[in-house]
């Protein structure tokens, strides 16, 4: 150490104040995009996690939907989990979801959440150009990914493959674009 | 002439002939028709008698050339003395009037036209430089701090996300029209579940200050003519829908769901699809969590109040969520959850005056714009149990349900806390053991439809409501209430399954002061 020049010896602190400087500024860079990379809130309770919660008291549970005849129409793998699911459907979504017309009973072909981790799979969709929505379609009992034109479907039939989903569990439905409604 | 137009020679000589002709006509024609004695000049005496129409129920006055008389309409014939009374004493000869009976004449405006109090469905618009654009308000609401303001599309300001101090105007941004300014408009997050790459929020909304001298109809939504028939026209006969609840998350599919905008007016349909992420066209957004109806929809729509319909005859509506967005084709609308909009990370609790429907009514003469920031509000349940009755067990009924408990919410805003605001929250529960006792194990029933009267020093009030998951209905806030002693009794409990069984109410919570049989709570302000 002794030996080292003078310049070089009054040039270290210097340096050290310098290099300290950015690797504090660049600490609260990191920190800031922390911040701003940080979801807001908790993910709170969606719809589609209501729907796992019917299937935790009634396995076998693939969604349901009003029909056109007025009936709440319940998709079931196993069609005699259909008290246990209407017990669920109470708890979870209240009496009132029952309508007047009463139930019926749709064979289901996937769980809600088989079909909620098919969701989460394809999540990255979003980010390709043209994909325009994402859904856990409960109505369905399949995945519904919307595009704004079909020359996306291989893309999109790519992406499923590459993640080993089931073609038949995805709907690919053309929807065009869809905008925002403020007018001039 | 050269394309389509008039040469300057030609066009010189066209007025000549004009004039030419014109002059001829008035030799031949002209001077009998003057020297003529003519019939009363009905214009005249129409301007003499036109302050007729200071007396209440005239409705017109017309110099009708057809029976060459002045025609005064009037809502009813009782008022054919005064008018002929007052044209007399104008010095309008009786003989050249006649007094019809003429229904009265009603302003019919339009979505797009100057409202007030504004109310959810109206044209807004807001300058985004270097254009001036125009959406629909959603609806009217208080924030919780008590801010008093309503509901807009976040793409309904100046930048998307982000408080700007956006300025809104109804109908459009001509002097006088300003009725709020944005206040709450949160960023859009990355990370978390948004997409890699794209900006996330739960909800295109922002919140909007109203303006002080600006009055608003809260809990109230434009109603037009009729659904999916393209009029922006307001129903005279029928003119608002009233806001009796929220919807607490997200539409079944296959529910049937309406908006009001200025562009479409009322339309409705069905939800095909529910808790959708959507990616926003021509941006990196995502919407995560949305409702889509195919309904029709267009530009200028945007922040239409999308709900569900209880009872088309009284107009009685669920607040479902606001519309921010549609397909391309214009066949379907995307709208955010009314419970999305109320995240702690959105807009946070609103009380959009849900429940505050039927004879209720709100018209703020002062809204706490220019008030100093309000402190949290403190809401503290108090109750003054008077327990009055002890059920008796026995053989019960799992399909009796009854009112648990009845409760004064508080808050206090202002400086120093000086403002009282006060809601009462209504819990219903059913005798889901059947033991014939009314007691907190019992099951709590969602959706009952509860009718609660409130009465204080300001007068009574009748709220409406239905009830939550947790089996409570809350009215909304009654704001800077005076001080004194309020009474809330249900006076009505309704359910598509369920009776409500008097016998097990009061509970020991509440009390039954005036002894008709229907549980009660009393209040005090200051507490």
Known sequence: ?184 | MRNGTLGPNLFVRAVTAIALAAAVAMAFTGPSAIAQPGPPDQEALKARGRPVLEIPGVVSIDADERVDRLVVGVENRGLETAVRQRLAALGVPLQSVEVRQTPPIIMMPALTDRVRPIEGGLQFAFVRFPFVYVCTLGFNGANSAGVNGFAVNSHCTSTQGGVESTEHFQPDTSSGNKIGTEIADPTYFTGGGCPASRRCRYSDSAFSRIESSVTQDLGKLARTTGPNNGSLVIDTARPQFTISSEASGNALVGTTLNKVGRTTGWTQGQVTQSCVDVNVSGSDITQLCQDIVAAGVGGGDSGSPVFLINDLSSGDVTLYGILWGGFSDGSAFVHSPVRNVQMASELGPLTTHAGEGGSATHTPTSTPTNTPTPSEPTQTPTRTSTPTATPTPGSGNANNMYVWDIVFETRTRGPGGSMHDERVAVVVRRDSDADGTAEPTDAPVSGATVMVTVVGSSGTTTLSGTTDSNGTFRTGWMMNLANGTYTAEATNLTHAAYVWNKELDPTTNDADADGDNLPDQSHTIPH
């Open chain 1, 1 to 184: 150490m002794s030996f080292l020049p003078r310049a070089h010896m009054v040039a270290t602190p210097a340096l050290a104040v310098v290099v300290l400087s950015i690797v504090v500024f660049l600490s609260f860079q990191i920190l800031d995009s922390d911040a701003e990379a940080r979801p807001i809130m908790a993910t709170p309770e969606t719809h589609d996690d209501r729907l796992l919660r019917v299937e935790q008291q009634a396995p076998g549970f693939g969604g349901m939907f009003i029909d056109r005849d007025g009936t709440l129409a319940i998709y079931l793998l196993d069609q005699s989990q259909l008290p246990a699911a209407l017990a669920a459907i109470d708890s979870v979504f209240g009496p009132q979801t029952v309508p007047p017309a009463g139930v019926k009973v749709l064979q289901g072909q996937y769980t809600i959440s088989q079909l909620k981790q098919w969701t989460d799979l394809l999540r990255d969709l979003l980010t390709m150009p043209g994909v325009t929505t994402l859904d856990l379609n409960e109505a369905t009992n399949r995945v519904t990914v919307g595009i704004s034109d079909s020359s996306l479907i291989p893309s999109v039939e790519r992406t499923l493959q590459s993640q080993a989903i089931p073609r038949e569990a995805v709907s690919i439905d053309v929807t065009g674009e869809i905008r925002p409604l403020g007018g001039h």
